[in-house]
Nanobody
């Protein structure tokens, strides 16, 4: 069983930065696809950034391209979401998630495809 715990959320001003971390326990992350999802009030959960187990293939939500970066450190069983140039639309609860995809180069982006989830962490962007 993989357990995921997020940290690093909180409040930021527009234009600011936050770095989310997700630490895994139970298994190494080497074979897992990893994702960051967010859910804003009244909206469905959506993929923000996802990364494949191998080849470093990534997916980014259009509105976060060139602002957010997903990365992983398998040795530390940790993956990250660096969020720069934040704006109020980035406000929501952010979840980290993991899954073993059908192929190491596949990037999965649907929440229903992920097996393991963190508890969620609040990110609020306001002036």
């Amino acid at each position: 069983q993989v357990q995921l715990v997020e940290s690093g959320g909180g409040s930021a001003q527009p234009g600011g930065s936050l770095r989310l971390s997700c630490v895994a326990s139970g298994y190494t992350l080497d074979y897992f696809g990893l994702g960051w999802f967010r859910q804003a009030p009244g909206k469905e959960r959506e993929a923000v950034a996802c990364i494949s187990p191998a080849d470093e293939n990534t997916y980014y939500l259009g509105s976060v391209i060139d602002r957010f970066t997903i990365s992983r450190d398998n040795a530390r069983k940790t993956f990250y979401l660096q969020m720069d140039k934040l704006n109020p639309d980035d406000t929501g609860i952010y979840y980290c998630a993991a899954v073993i995809p059908p192929h190491p180069s596949v990037v999965l982006v649907s929440p229903e495809q992920y097996n393991y989830w963190g508890q969620g962490i609040q990110v609020t962007v306001s002036s």
